[in-house]
């Protein structure tokens, strides 16, 4: 590992055959797979599920903004390393990172299927092709398994079944299939992660809130809301004491920027001090603000307000990120984003963002 920044936050780009030959023989005529039309390109098709992520969204880092556009991709003219870890390289190399944490695409949206079990074999397919991937270059990309939770038993077998991949994480979905997190039955779940030492993700797009996004004015305006799903996560998590209860519990908060956490946190506090009482909420040994800094982490990318109120987060909290190959990615510039971005900051506060706190939180060497 070198001392070149980390990118807490990238993401592959599902190959044609990552659900179709990797997944439970009984799914293999249903599985995720794409198709190509003569209008819209190439696109991810999933049973049960209206649409996917654009190929073309997924694989725009790079491009003009003037030129991004849904429809009209062809999978042979992606970024190759988003399929293919030798090419991936040259892609880090390029972008003057010296590892990627590695996110799914297509997996982002199977993560809001409702049927758990078709979405349970759609998700060990993609840990078995993410095996091989991340297993042509273990420091550079760093894997993180998925499990769907069908049930609070199924999802600690799917933490061990993880763990035993090699996997440094979990990527977790915005909704469980049993419940949901804030019911004290998850107790053995996380006392699972800790145990395992498995760091738990929470990324964009992945909660019913999130495919349920309709905003008022225009479509742009999508693209301001979907943090939310991320942070209803983190206070429910919070205000419901998992954090008390678990104090060495680790959870990152992924893709959703972090230059609104010192808000978040006082907002949390106000909530507790002032309306817990009437609201009926759990009394917890801390203010919602400690477990905040303690236990949560706020993966970013083009967010110069987190640098800039990084003194108000706890040191350990923010790591950065450059997206690729997503439309939103710094890549190839994130060298000129951060030196922009970082100017004139504490040079060691500096390193722990870009480097040490996501190095640190997944047990990098």
């Not at 293999?28 to 999933?46: K, N, T």
């Not at 590892?99 to 049927?115: F, Q, R, T, W």
């Amino acid at each position: 590992m070198t001392a070149l920044p980390i990118s807490a936050d990238s993401h592959i780009t599902e190959p044609p055959d990552c659900y179709t030959a990797h997944i439970d023989p009984k799914f293999r005529d249903r599985a995720p797979s794409i198709v190509r039309d003569d209008r819209l390109g190439d696109i991810y098709v999933i049973e049960g599920m209206k649409q996917t992520i654009p190929l073309s969204l997924i694989s725009a880092a790079g491009i003009d903004p003037t030129l991004l556009r849904k429809d009209g991709a062809r999978f042979e003219d992606l970024h190759r390393g988003g399929w293919d870890p030798k090419a991936r390289m040259g892609d880090q190399d390029r972008d003057g990172v010296g590892a990627e944490v590695i996110y799914p695409s297509v997996g982002m949206v199977l993560c809001n299927h409702k049927d758990l079990d078709y979405k349970h074999a759609c998700l060990e397919a993609y840990n078995r092709w993410l095996e091989g991937y991340v297993s042509q270059s273990p420091d550079r990309l760093i894997g993180l398994g998925q499990t769907a939770i069908r049930t609070i038993k199924d999802g600690i077998a799917d933490l061990e079944r993880i763990k035993a991949m090699g996997f440094r994480g979990v990527m977790m979905p915005g909704n469980p299939g049993e419940s949901d997190y804030d019911d004290p039955a998850y107790d053995p779940f996380w006392e699972a992660a800790v145990a395992l030492n498995l760091p738990l993700s929470f990324h964009i797009l992945t909660s019913s809130s999130d495919a349920a996004n309709r905003p008022r004015g225009p479509k742009v305006s999508s693209f301001l809301t979907i943090i939310r799903g991320c942070q209803d996560i983190i206070a429910m998590m919070i205000m419901s004491g998992v954090f008390m209860r678990h104090p060495k519990l680790k959870v990152a908060c992924v893709e959703a920027d972090a230059g609104w956490g010192p808000h978040f946190m006082y907002r949390m506090d106000h909530a507790y001090k002032r309306h817990r009482h009437w609201l009926k909420g759990q009394e917890l040994e801390m203010l919602p603000s400690d477990y905040f800094k303690e236990n949560i982490r706020l993966t970013f990318q083009d967010d110069h307000v987190a640098f800039q109120l990084a003194h108000m987060m706890a040191p350990h909290q923010l790591m950065w990120a450059n997206d690729f190959p997503h439309s939103d990615s710094t890549w190839p510039w994130s060298q000129d984003v951060l030196t922009e971005q970082t100017a004139g900051m504490d040079p060691a506060l500096r390193q722990r963002i870009v480097r040490d706190n996501c190095a640190a939180f997944y047990g990098l060497a």
